[in-house]
DNA sequence: TTGCAAACTTACTTATTAGTAAGTATATTT
DNA sequence: AAATATACTTACTAATAAGTAAGTTTGCAA
């Protein structure tokens, strides 16, 4: 594949993680990359084009992710650590995840956009929902809620707080992930 | 004060929470009211300024209802209870919460709009950690984690169950508000 | 060496944006 | 009756946006 063509996937992604979708333009890739505006158009011919492939790339990133760590025995709590590492560093680099980057601007994006979108969360969710359920019944986990609900308000938790630290300064992030980890973990 | 004037902060308001800050414009207002563009910046010289100016009037809101219901004497569970019923008619209603649409997109506000919005975080998580601190002084709320911790957490599920709530279809968003509530409930 | 495709640039169009300056109608005050 | 303030409209400017059509360079294949 095109380095252009993958440096403009990475720079747009962080475009839409940092400033949001609609506040950044193919003269911020542009410039940034040192060519034109048309070269961006040579390879994404509209910005919904860029911003599905955006969400692909990321799709699959994640399913690589949990891929991998199924393939390489991981148990579901050291899954689970392994997926907040993720928001952690997020927080570190001050940027949000897709989800929470795009979801907000969903009445202004494309058909084909949303409808990727919406794909990554379910994914996100599903495997999220499976590994505190399958978690849960090898005594690992211990929550009282279903596995869906629990799974939604871990994922919401983390989501909205890459927003809120950006908001509220002295949050400490760690800590705040520790709180998530530690409301799983088992009685003695 | 003028009815037109208030109109087009409901208006904006209700524009921020469902587009987006950055997908709006004077045009949206002007023409749902029937005016032109140019009354809007006669009220609002800028979109900044109009910004802000919603976000004030938010402060202005939740103040007035936490100061209200104290007043009323509304023990903390109420007061939860009545918090949580914001975010339920938000859903219904298919918006976000301000502090959530506008969190976002921090990178391209004005600086008077982000300390506005910033100000209002700090003042909302004020009042609920001191609600739950206060609450599980009582013995009405019971919690392992640091009161301002917990309600991060509890801020941070609500702000973003709203968002994933647009994505994910299948969500049950009472039982999700329920969870939150019965997570906190004493053991008998 | 010619032909052709990939990877762009140049130069543009069209649409939309926030914002402004000057004018107008209406009601209120003096 | 004259002056003034309020609440706008008309008519625009300047900037920026996405997008396009046609041309150019470069490397490779026939």
């Known amino acids: ?12 992604e962080n475009l839409i993680r ?16 040192g060519i034109k505006n048309a070269a961006i158009h040579y390879y994404f ?4 084009n860029l911003g599905t492939s955006i969400v692909k ?20 709590w050291h899954q689970l650590e392994t997926f907040i590492k993720i928001y952690t560093k997020s927080h570190r680099e001050q940027k949000r995840c897709i989800v929470g980057s795009l979801g907000p601007d969903i009445n202004s994006l494309s058909e084909q956009t949303v409808a990727e979108l919406k794909r990554m969360s379910e994914i ?9 359920a399958s978690g849960r019944e090898k005594g690992i986990f211990a929550f009282k809620e279903e596995p869906q609900i ?17 908001l509220v300064d002295k949050i400490e992030y760690k800590s705040f992930c520790n709180a998530i980890l530690e409301d799983l973990k088992p009685a003695e």
């Open 18 to 33: 940092t400033k949001g979708y609609n506040a950044f333009s193919y003269q911020d890739i542009s410039s940034e990359l």
């Open 124 to 132: 996100i969710l599903k495997w999220l929902t499976d590994t505190l």
């Open 45 to 48: 011919p509209s910005k919904e």
């Open 57 to 76: 790339t990321n799709i699959q990133r994640f399913e690589e992710m949990t891929g991998n760590m199924q393939s390489r025995g991981f148990d579901e």
């Open 1 to 12: 594949m095109s380095i252009t063509r993958e440096k403009i996937i990475e720079l747009g």
């Open 150 to 166: 629990k799974a939604l308000l871990i994922l919401s938790s983390l989501i909205a707080s890459l927003q809120m630290a950006r």
